[in-house]
């Protein structure tokens, strides 16, 4: 099995934008996209299979990529599938672990679990969606992927960017399911945003793992 860790991330958000670029910390030397690929950098040691997949209106984030001398994917903006699909092939990899640029608490001990659980399995898709919001992350078959995207229409591709839908109907998958963890760790508005600003904080720039994040949940939201 030869893995790629993507990282989706742009600059443009509703909600809140330019969030991925956004620092955690009171100096602001730790942008959350560059705190988060610095953690799988060195959790997996697989510097060369990291890949930033951005779109075409992303010049921050492509220079971040660049910079640090990561993959670097620009494509169509709300085509994720095919950012996905083009880090894997440039990576000549055929298993993709998607993380996104706004989790950047995610629990990586999970997720290097899920890879060995999606390889022993054969699965095309592994995942755990009862964990809390930005603590999870998906493990795809690049084959299975593709062939999906080409089955794809046109407005099916440009909704890609709620790709776990179109995943979690897939016959060969293995989803863990158990009684929903509480929790939100995602970042997509400035409440989020001030959250995860306070557990970096809190734990000293250390990431604590997804019950470390649940058991400051339970103290510090009421």
């Not at 990561?70 to 085509?79: C, N, P």
Request: charged residues 30%.
């Amino acid at each position: 099995m030869k893995v790629v860790y993507t990282i989706t991330a742009r600059e443009s958000s509703r909600r809140l934008p330019g969030k991925a670029l956004e620092p955690l910390d009171e100096d602001g030397e730790w942008p959350i996209l560059w705190f988060l690929l610095k953690r799988v950098e060195e959790h997996f040691s697989s510097y060369a299979r990291i890949w930033v997949c951005t779109d075409e209106n992303s010049p921050d984030i492509v220079d971040m990529a660049l910079d640090g001398g990561y993959g670097l994917i620009e494509g169509d903006s709300l085509d994720c599938a095919s950012r996905l699909l083009q880090a894997a092939e440039e990576a000549e990899a055929d298993t993709i672990v998607r993380l996104t640029g706004d989790n950047p608490y995610v629990d990586l001990d999970v997720t290097e679990a899920l890879l060995a659980l999606h390889e022993s399995t054969g699965a095309d898709y592994t995942c755990a969606p009862y964990l809390p919001a930005g603590t999870k992350a998906e493990i795809i078959d690049f084959v299975a992927l593709d062939l999906e995207w080409d089955s794809m229409t046109k407005a099916e591709r440009d909704n890609t960017e709620y790709l776990s839908n179109f995943l979690r109907q897939w016959d060969r998958k293995v989803i863990i399911n158990h009684p929903p963890m509480p929790g939100r760790f995602t970042i997509d508005t400035p409440k989020d945003l001030a959250r995860a600003r306070k557990i970096y904080k809190d734990f000293d720039g250390q990431v604590p793992g997804v019950r470390g994040l649940v058991e400051w949940w339970s103290a510090n939201e009421k």
